[in-house]
């Protein structure tokens, strides 16, 4: 049997796991606020508090995944695939942007968020497994 395995030295930095979270309370608090001003709204207004909201969601998820990768330190230099990576914070984007399009319709009740909820974990999951393939590693 042939056994041929690489072991990886990994490790994380504290100050980039703090960070990460800073920027998850941080764009949560924002998006929260500016889906508020969503639903507050109407017009033209609506479609800019949904536009910034959608923002502040999809760039703070993606923001605190990507300094989540930053933060794993696998001893081996990592580069990332421009491309893919902006794939996947417009991915985000999109998702949120969505999400709050459906909340922000009107009342939000159990309908609104079986909707919304799965929206967002969809869009989640694939900026995840959209942004983990930009990752380039060499040995």
Known sequence: MDHNETFLDAGWDPSLVLLSFVVAVFASYTALD???RVVASGGRARMVWLAGGAFAMGTGIWSMHF???LVFKM???VTYHVLLTLLSVVIAIAASGLALFVVGRGEVGPRTLL??????GVGIAAMHYTGMPAM???R
Do not use: D, Q
């Open 34 to 36: 500016l889906a508020g």
């Open 67 to 69: 300094t989540g990768m």
């Open 75 to 77: 001893g081996m230099p």
């Open 115 to 120: 909707v919304a909820g799965p929206v967002m």
């Open 136 to 138: 380039r590693m060499r």
